[in-house]
């Protein structure tokens, strides 16, 4: 089975743009979490969703956005980009919620540069 | 505020060595403690801990979780060089909303 798709790999934008990256879950996986990871850090929480409904969300600006689709692919949106928002963001994917202590497996991510 | 630290943020061993990796957390809504090993990209599962005090292994790998002291330990013994990566904790809280807290990491270098 294919793991955690997500697309593009990279991308370059520069300030004040918007940008939308896709995630496709693992067959058989209802829930998709999105994480921002900078540089030297841990993966920062930003949205969870589970059938197709937002089930958590970290401490982040409203110009972050998400949705899942009824297919349980999964879209970011950021929206007004600051150079701060270059990072690797990371789509995870679940069985079923993280109340329930599924584990999660990661894509290997979108590297975004913001100039 | 809830938070992740690990300990030590940096470790150089040579081939062979033990290394014991650790994470503490102070969360409300504890629900599961979770490592991960990340080389390049996409962070690779290891474990899933929710008791306290079952130690699960894997190979030359295990860990174990002590909820009364809030934190877990990671062992690698006999270290290879593709041991080399970033050991993320994460921790799982549910309160009005899912939450997944990860620690920043332990870089681990193993030198021949």
């Known amino acids: 089975d294919a793991g955690v798709t997500q697309s593009p790999t990279h991308l370059i934008k520069t300030r004040g743009q918007q940008v939308t990256l896709r995630c496709s879950p693992i067959?058989?996986?209802?829930?998709v979490s999105w994480y921002q990871q900078v540089l030297g850090q841990g993966p920062q929480f930003i949205f969870q969703?589970?059938?197709?409904?937002?089930?958590g969300r970290g401490n982040f600006p409203d110009r972050f956005s998400a949705r899942q689709f009824p297919n349980y692919s999964s879209e970011l949106n950021v929206n007004a980009l600051l150079l701060g928002d270059s990072a690797l963001y990371l789509c995870?994917?679940?069985?079923?919620?993280?109340?329930?202590?599924?584990?999660?497996?990661f894509g290997p991510g979108t590297r975004l540069t913001v100039l | 505020e809830d938070k992740v630290v690990q300990s030590p943020l940096s470790l150089v061993v040579h081939e062979g060595d033990t290394v014991t990796l650790n994470c503490s957390y102070e969360?409300?809504?504890?629900?599961?403690l979770l490592w991960y090993k990340q080389e390049k990209k996409a962070p690779t599962f290891l474990f899933m801990l929710t008791s306290s005090g079952i130690e699960k292994k894997s190979g030359r790998l295990s860990s174990i979780l002590d909820k009364k002291e809030l934190f877990s330990i990671l062992n690698i013994t006999a270290t290879q060089t593709g041991d080399s990566a970033v050991y993320l904790c994460a921790v799982t809280i549910s309160n009005t909303g899912n939450q997944f807290y990860f620690g920043t990491g332990t870089s681990l270098t193993v030198i021949p």
């Open positions: 067959s058989g996986h209802k829930s």
């Open positions: 969360v409300t809504n504890f629900r599961s």
């Open positions: 969703y589970y059938e197709k409904e937002e089930r």
């Open positions: 995870a994917s679940s069985e079923r919620g993280l109340a329930g202590g599924h584990t999660q497996y």
